[in-house]
């Protein structure tokens, strides 16, 4: 009988043996989410466990969240809780999950920079797509010992930003963001476009200037150099830019769509009718396109442009006064015509 029995001890414990092994297996070891894509969890700083608990329950299954809560319990998750955008893929086990978050693994996230007017809007866009918020942003590109510790001031830091995409953690702080900045516009101002802005006598931030002017002129980049070769003309004779764009800047009336005289005598020394030289920063973070036209400018002898008179967005470009003012005329007949104020 003995044996009998034995036998029956070992079947049992191999019975329970393996219903734990299962057991395990199905709380830690499968999949998490009941998504069959890839879903995306933001954990901020003012996270608790129970909050992390509750953005991750809509996309688990009931023994999945039931796991993961055991790890964090006998691990001490709560204390030691990791901010940031964790990618949760279909057949992640839930382990696996855990793992990520308890060792801060997050996935980064591919960020633009747009190519906006103002400061604020930019602080804006980052705030919707980063953990830091807008206004901690805006408030560091105001800051002018801020700007300094990136070579820039407050009118000139835009050309730090070079718009692209890069992948960035959710979670970075303003200061590593404005770091990896740094490093891209380093990375970007290669030793052939710096050999060209010298040979220009500009420095890459007035480059930066200039494009953002012309940005602001046309959308079309095959007359991007065009533009910029006139402007730069201009500059080289001491010759004011005469720039619409920078009067709406200086107004900060983007919408203009017709500016009159009185407004060309806006006090602002952004306004370039009635300074010369470049004004004091970027009117917008500058394309690559319009950085590329003012550095691959097309040599040529004009010194006036005026907008076409068809509103394709092109331009007119004149020699001397007499045929500008002529082609001027065809532009104001054209907005009477319209009846655009």
């Known amino acids: 009988m003995k044996p009998l029995k034995s036998r029956y001890y070992l079947y049992t414990a191999g019975t329970c043996l393996l219903l734990i092994i299962g057991l395990l297996y199905y709380y830690f070891f499968t999949g998490f989410s009941s998504a069959t894509v890839t879903r995306y969890v933001f954990i901020d700083d003012d996270d608790t466990a129970d909050s992390v ?6 996309i688990s299954s009931s023994h999945s969240i039931t796991g993961l809560r055991t790890l964090a319990r006998h691990s001490g998750y709560s204390g030691n809780i990791r901010t940031g955008r964790y990618a949760i893929a279909p057949g992640d086990m839930v382990f696996t999950v855990f793992r990520h978050l308890r060792n801060g693994q997050q996935t ?18 980052l705030g919707k797509k980063l953990m830091i918020d807008s206004t901690t942003i805006a ?7 801020f700007c300094a510790e ?12 070079i718009p692209n995409t890069y992948d960035i953690y959710w979670n970075i702080t303003v200061e ?10 380093s990375r970007f101002w290669n030793d052939e476009r710096n050999a060209k ?9 007035e480059v930066c200037t200039l494009a953002s002017i012309i940005d602001e002129e046309t959308a079309n980049n095959g007359e991007k150099p065009m533009i910029a070769g006139m402007y730069y003309n201009r500059l080289k004779t001491d010759m004011p830019l005469q720039a619409d764009p920078t009067v709406k800047f200086a107004l900060k009336d983007f919408a203009l769509r017709r500016i009159y005289h009185k407004q060309l005598m806006t006090d602002s020394p952004y306004n370039t009718y009635i300074n010369t030289g470049l004004p004091p920063g970027p009117i917008k973070i500058a394309s690559i396109a319009g950085i590329d036209a003012v550095l691959n400018h097309v040599d040529h002898d004009y010194l006036y442009m005026c907008a076409k008179e068809d509103f394709s967005g092109t331009h007119n470009f004149a020699r001397t ?11 104001t007949n054209a907005l009477n015509e319209r009846g655009i104020k």
Not at 139 to 145: G, N, Q, R
């Open 53 to 58: 608990y509750a953005k991750l329950e809509p």
């Open 108 to 125: 980064p996230l591919s960020l633009t920079i747009p190519e906006v007017r103002t400061m604020e809007r930019l602080a804006g866009v």
């Open 139 to 145: 408030t560091a590109l105001k800051d002018s010992v």
């Open 150 to 161: 990136y070579g820039h001031d407050t009118a000139t830091i835009a050309a730090l930003f």
């Open 176 to 185: 590593k963001l404005m770091e990896r900045m740094e490093k891209e516009n």
């Open 197 to 205: 802005a010298k040979r220009m006598g500009l420095t890459p931030t």
């Open 321 to 331: 006064y007499e045929e500008h003012l002529r082609n001027a005329a065809k532009y």
